[in-house]
């Protein structure tokens, strides 16, 4: 059973770099049928999408960040990761990766697949 | 941007009873619809995809339905552990986006 897991820094400075991984085990980060997502949450609110990557490394991201972003993969450690850069006290969140899986009608479709989320916190 | 609205914000219901809750999209979404389930410190657990086909292992009390813009996730008979948080998201355009979330708590 697939099982994701995020790790990075829980304090962030403003202004400067967020940078997280996540680590798949028990499946393939390769294989063709799953896309690989980030979402947040800010403490006691809602979800947003953040962006995902493919295993080719063919990324999208949401408008709302897309300046300050970045995705990627390594395929070969199984892992990956986000950057995003001029962060606030509005970047405060629970972050997750998750895996978005691939239907025969529409391809990203649904989470199914979510790590345990970490903390990242904003502040100087 | 496709916006989801849930109601109600909070549903209070005791264990038993059936609860409704509902979930509208701002522009046509077809069946594109997801519904998940979060508990405090956990992170959300998928339950219904395609507007009504249940998650692998979720109990056959929780039941999607709709289309197009108007959706609705039905727990038949509520247990205690089905007091949680749920959301509704659209998986039928860019950016996906989800509801604001339908707190159960038990009355």
């Known amino acids: 059973q697939v099982q994701l897991q995020e790790s990075g820094p829980g304090l962030v400075k403003p202004s400067q770099t967020l940078s997280l991984t996540c680590t798949v085990t028990?499946?393939?980060?390769?294989?063709?049928?799953?896309?690989w997502s980030w979402i947040r949450q800010p403490p006691g609110k809602g979800l947003e999408w953040i962006g995902y990557v493919y295993f080719n490394g063919v990324t999208y991201y949401n408008p709302s960040l897309k300046s300050r972003l970045t995705i990627s993969v390594d395929t070969s450690r199984k892992q990956f990761s986000m950057n995003l850069n001029s962060v606030s006290a509005a970047d405060t969140a629970i972050y997750y990766c998750?895996?978005?899986?691939?239907?025969?009608?529409?391809?990203?479709?649904?989470?199914?697949?979510w790590g345990q989320g970490t903390l990242v916190t904003v502040s100087s | 941007e496709i916006v989801m609205t849930q109601s109600p914000a909070t549903l209070s219901q005791s264990p038993g009873e059936r609860a409704t809750l509902s979930c509208r999209a701002s522009?046509?979404?077809?069946?594109?619809v997801a519904w998940y389930q979060q508990k405090p410190g956990q992170p959300p657990r998928l339950l219904i995809y395609?507007?009504?086909t249940r998650a692998t292992g979720i109990p056959a009390r929780f039941s999607g339905s709709g289309s197009g813009t108007e959706f609705t996730l039905t727990i038949s008979s509520l247990q205690s552990e089905d007091f949680a948080v749920y959301y509704c998201q659209q998986y039928n355009n860019w950016p996906r986006t989800f509801g604001q979330g339908t707190r159960v708590e038990i009355k």
């Open positions: 395609g507007a009504s």
């Open positions: 028990g499946g393939s980060i390769s294989s063709g049928d799953y896309y």
């Open positions: 522009q046509y979404v077809s069946n594109i």
């Open positions: 998750a895996r978005e899986y691939c239907s025969s009608t529409n391809c990203p479709a649904w989470f199914d697949t």
